[in-house]
Nanobody, 126 residues
Framework: QVQPVESGGGLVQAGGSLKISCPTP????????MAWFRQPPGKEREFVAV????????YYADSVNGRFIITRDNALNTLYLQMNNLKPEDTAVYYC???????????????????WGQGIQVTVSS
């Protein structure tokens, strides 16, 4: 299956904002739990945020809580991540992911997701 391409990434100064988006990987958005992960240079991929099918349940990694906002538009089959007050340590390749199985408490594990986007670079300069 073709991996969807995230969009909206790029280079931004510390303190700035970016909004990235992603078409739902693997199927209809309304059927999927969706999440953002990121992989900083030289490090493993890590959880950023997750949103339930209805959008009612949302969790964030401690490192981004209060700065990032995850949203979804099921009509447009699209996932978003609004990133505010960006820091150099937010520099990473950002990936969207989808899960069509029921909700899991292991939402922060890569293995909980069935489909992935191709990834998009976000670079924050100091």
């Amino acid at each position: 299956q073709v991996q969807p391409v995230e969009s909206g990434g790029g280079l931004v100064q510390a303190g700035g904002s970016l909004k990235i988006s992603c078409p739902t990987p693997g199927g209809s958005s309304s059927d999927a739990i969706m999440a953002w992960f990121r992989q900083p240079p030289g490090k493993e991929r890590e959880f950023v945020a997750v949103i339930s099918k209805s959008g009612v349940i949302i969790y964030y990694a401690d490192s981004v809580n209060g700065r990032f906002i995850i949203t979804r538009d099921n009509a447009l089959n699209t996932l978003y991540l609004q990133m505010n007050n960006l820091k150099p340590e937010d520099t990473a390749v950002y990936y969207c992911a989808s899960r069509f199985a029921p909700w899991t408490s292991n939402y922060h594990y890569l293995s909980s997701y069935e489909y992935w986007g191709q990834g998009i670079q976000v670079t924050v300069s100091s």
